[in-house]
């Protein structure tokens, strides 16, 4: 049975930093890529960020490139979201998710939640300015 459970998120006020982790468990993870989406009140799920299955690609939507940093270690499963210089816009429910094997290898492709078969059950992030 897949699991992917996230932790970190919290209340940080503007500026401030905060780092997300996902631990998977029930399938290879180290042969697909995974990703961070967010969902603030009233908007839809909005791509955050992707990483290759060997860590060596990453992707970013605009708005938080120079800012977040996302990485992940294969020999434990997890994935990670490092989240600096942080602002009231990146409030949202923060989702970890895992690629389709074989459904990602561009990043137009990585930016579509379509294509992301499992996904956490969220964890929230507020920045108060």
């Known amino acids: 049975q897949v699991h992917l459970v996230e932790s970190g998120g919290g209340l940080v006020q503007a500026g401030g930093s905060l780092r997300l982790s996902c631990a998977a468990s029930?399938?290879?993870?180290?042969?697909?890529?995974m990703a961070w989406f967010r969902q603030a009140p009233g908007r839809e799920r909005e791509f955050v960020a992707a990483i290759r299955w060997s860590g060596d690609i990453t992707y970013y939507v605009d708005s938080v490139k120079g800012r977040f940093t996302i990485s992940r270690d294969n020999a434990k499963n997890t994935v990670y979201l490092q989240m600096n210089s942080l602002n009231a816009e990146d409030t949202a429910v923060y989702y970890c998710?895992?690629?389709?094997?074989?459904?990602?290898?561009?990043?137009?492709?990585?930016?579509?939640?379509?294509?992301?078969?499992?996904w956490g059950q969220g964890t929230q992030v507020t920045v108060s300015s």
């Open positions: 998710a895992a690629a389709r094997f074989g459904s990602v290898w561009t990043a137009t492709q990585a930016r579509y939640p379509g294509n992301y078969a499992y």
């Open positions: 029930g399938f290879t993870f180290s042969n697909v890529y």
